[in-house]
């Protein structure tokens, strides 16, 4: 096959290990920066320019689109779509995960458990949105914040109203979501492909964090999983309609409740923690699955 890895950078350790795994299996690779990516609309013969070459004669796209580069790099895969590549995950999928507010409302339809979340876009009434989700402790999330930062714990009433108008001082979108205590600073990441968790591991925060992000200096271990746990997990990536995917869970008193669902999840932390050749194991998994034209939207054909 000829499998292009859309990434902005060939030295990050996803992008690296996925080039290794499709190369040790006798496929040709190429890593494909899409900002670099000019592209033609047209209905008969879509292109798309990349540097000086015409791409041309692809199988498969495997997306790595990172946050900041969304909706540029969601039209570049939506381009390939348009030519017959088959997408490990397609783009309309990517840019549902990429809404907090769509990606909730998406599994709250699917009966997936989450924390009791609210949004509001200017809530004139605070107190009534922190009644909502059941009073403080809450956390309070910045909708644009990533790797932990803009996640703020807000332990009384009193500290939650100061921080939600802080927030909304700085016209920021955010949502406040009760707090999982008994989750204890830790959360698990179920990596889910096609319609299996085939690694898991847990994410436990520093002393005295709740956080469990490890750029906030936390650790990560290899975990069993429950039954309810690995059935939330695919549950929650079909949703979004995602084949690979990346789903954080706490461990609540009431079951495994969804926090995130990642649509470029990497692989360094879950190859670390648990010794999987997770890279191997997307790459097995195109090779059952790839077909031309195979996408939900059919790229706008169908
Ligand atoms: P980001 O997407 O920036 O990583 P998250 O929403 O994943 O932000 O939150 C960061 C961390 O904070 C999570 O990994 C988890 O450990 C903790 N956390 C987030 N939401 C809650 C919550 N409602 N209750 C308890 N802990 C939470």
Redesign the pocket.
Known sequence: MKIAILSRNRHLYSTRRLVEEGVNRGHEVKVIDCLHCSMNITSANPQIHYHEEVLEGFDVAIPRIGASVTFYGTAVLRQFEMMGVFPVNESVAISRSRDKLRSLQLLARKGVGM?VTGFANKPDNVPELLKMVGGAPV?I?LLQ???????V?AETRKAAESVIEAFMGLKADILV?????E?G???IRCFVIGDKVIAAMK?Q?AEGE????LHRG?SASLVRITPAERKTAITAAKAMGLNVAGV?L?RSSRGP?V??VNSSPGLEGIENATGKNVAGMIVDWIEKNQKPWKTRTKGGRG
Not at 145 to 151: C, E, K, L, P
Not at 177 to 181: A, D, G, T
């Open positions: 924390p956390v999330k914040g990533t790797q932990g930062i803009g996640v714990l979501q009760e707090f999982i205590k989750a600073g830790a959360d994410r925060g709740f956080r469990s992000n936390g954080d706490l409740l926090m995130e």
